[in-house]
């Protein structure tokens, strides 16, 4: 309980800071094809997946993010994930990450981020077959907490105000997904050269 307050407590500390950053930007991205890296016990019982040993699987949702620069690049992200799971449960997850630019040529930039992430879903318990993982903590919900997660984010600029994006995330403990999306930017400073190569 007090690790998710800390995090409450980061999240609360980010959104007071804001006025204080040159750069922000909100997006939206759909979920889906991922990844399984674990050792997919329940594939047989699987509702969505691609195949029959569930280390495809299909988990449709929407990625919402909001996103704060200390400085060009540098930034906070807070990402909200919901989702239907490989069972058809309703899922989602929590994260909140420290982020730096890697590169940024003409209309292309790379992003990696780092930070905790709180998953969690309707419980697995009472289906039929179900084979506990002993990955998620079970109350009324299960839940997983990460200290370390992140994503790996591509952006393509559309306009002064918009992007293309595509990324590589975490969308369960053991799942690395693919989403595509587009991010809108409230503010963003523009290059003094609009067509020149910058890797800062």
Known sequence: MLKLKIIILSIFLA???????????FSVG???????????????????????NGKIVLEPGLRFGAEIYASPITSLKFVQNVRFDSMEKIAGSTQIMLRFRLFKVYKHSLNIGIGPQVFYRQSWQEIDGYIDEKIYESRAAQYKICWLSGELEYNYWITKKCDLSFAINHLSPEVASFAIGVKYWISRKSNKCNTCPSFH
């Open 15 to 25: 959104i007071c800071c804001k006025s204080t950053f040159s750069q922000s930007n």
């Open 30 to 52: 759909l979920t889906g094809l991922g990844v399984d890296f674990g050792d997919c016990d329940n594939a047989e019982i699987y509702k969505l997946k691609v195949g029959s």
